[in-house]
């Protein structure tokens, strides 16, 4: 069964951290599905569509459907949170969430469109801990 180009099947996300989104090129048009092209340094890149990414709720902006979270790397925006299933929990200041969502920019600050969220804060100093080590765990696989 072929599939037209708007059904197409994207790839799983990929952890990222926001400092990485700020280095990305983006390989196509915006929305074509072509994604985005994250450098992870020594040469090497990485081609990205869905990302995954986890941080604290620093500004919760209702009005605009939107946060600001921050991970270990910096800052970043997250639109279309009203729309998540099970998102409202998450859109409080100072918890600890888990976002995948399709990137929209990358300068100044990495904005993604969210398409899952998910409240991390009963563990939140493990995941904190975790995080950076996982995503480069997952970045060497997906390179190898």
């Excluded at 990205?48 to 620093?58: A, D, E, K, N, P």
């Excluded at 918890?95 to 804060?121: F, H, N, Q, T, W």
Aim: glycine fraction near 10%; proline fraction near 5%; aromatic fraction near 4%.
């Amino acid at each position: 069964m072929n599939k037209t180009a708007g059904e197409r099947k994207r790839p799983p996300p990929v952890k990222v951290l926001s400092a990485q989104l700020r280095t990305a090129e983006n390989r196509g048009k915006a929305d074509s599905g072509d994604g985005w092209s994250v450098k992870l340094g020594k040469g090497r890149s990485l081609a990205v569509s869905l990302v995954w990414m986890q941080g604290t709720v620093l500004e919760v902006q209702v009005d605009r459907n939107t946060v600001l979270l921050m991970d270990e790397t910096g800052t970043f925006g997250v639109q279309g949170v009203k729309s998540i299933p099970k998102g409202k929990p998450c859109l409080s200041q100072g918890k600890y969430v888990m976002v995948m969502g399709v990137i929209l920019a990358v300068s100044p600050e990495p904005v993604i469109r969210a398409v899952k969220m998910a409240d991390l804060s009963e563990l939140s100093a493990l995941h904190r801990r975790m995080w950076k080590l996982e995503v480069e765990e997952l970045q060497r696989l997906l390179q190898a």
